[in-house]
């Protein structure tokens, strides 16, 4: 199975995930900019497949991060994935894209029985979810996607970006302070879930928050 994996709910990135290949990611891009998602990510996409040598009909199916995560930039992200979904007729899946970075932290020697992930949400919040270890040491999501400030967390050691900004209140791991949700871990996840026979959310977005911007209400009259 051939899978293409998207995330924008930080950064934008990409990646090819196979179960044919040793290590299952295939190639993969991330940007470090969290504001140029929608310039950025169709190149991306367009470079990593030609880089791959495969074409939209290689692909078995796509999976794409569905957050949380700010509105302009998951939008972004969904979009691009149902597009091309639409297009090269393929099966779109959605995963919350809190779950690349559990599946770091299972796979790392610095995993807890139980723990958290969260990352900015901006306002001085954090989006966070809190995980514990199953068997197969694959990550289980056991509360969340919640957002909220970061004084309000259980108290549970912290991974990702959130924990990063607000260490002086989280157990903050130091060697995931600075990691954001990106598709090749998002697509090992789907790959892995696939593969066991477990169901994957669909494609609409878990933005936690109303949208900034409210549709105009009609004109006061004027005196």
């Known amino acids: 199975m051939l899978l293409l994996a998207i995330d924008t709910s930080a950064v934008a990135s990409a990646a090819l995930i196979s179960d044919d290949a040793m290590e299952s990611v295939v190639d993969s891009f991330a940007t470090e900019d969290t504001r140029s998602h929608a310039e950025v990510l169709a190149p991306g996409i367009e470079k990593l497949l030609a880089g791959a040598g495969v074409t939209g009909a290689d692909i078995d199916a796509i999976v794409t991060g569905v957050g949380p995560g700010p509105f302009t930039g998951l939008r972004s992200g969904i979009a691009t994935a149902r597009t091309l979904a639409f297009v090269w007729n393929k099966p779109l899946y959605g995963l919350m894209s809190l779950d690349a970075i559990a599946l770091e ?119």
Request: hydrophobic share 45%.
């Open 105 to 223: 932290v299972a796979e790392s020697t610095a995993a807890a029985p139980d723990f958290l992930v969260a990352t900015d949400a901006r306002r001085k919040e954090v989006y966070w979810a809190r995980y514990t270890l199953a068997d197969g040491r694959l990550p289980e999501l056991v509360e969340g996607p919640h957002v909220g400030f970061a004084s309000e967390l259980p108290d549970l050691p912290v991974f990702g970006a959130g924990a990063g900004l607000y260490s002086e209140v989280l157990t903050a791991n130091e060697d995931f302070a600075q990691t954001q949700p990106d598709a090749a871990s998002l697509g090992q996840f789907a790959l892995a879930k696939l593969t066991a026979g477990q169901a994957l959310l669909d494609s609409t977005p878990l933005y936690l928050r109303e949208s900034d911007a409210q549709v105009p209400g009609p004109r006061k009259r004027a005196l």
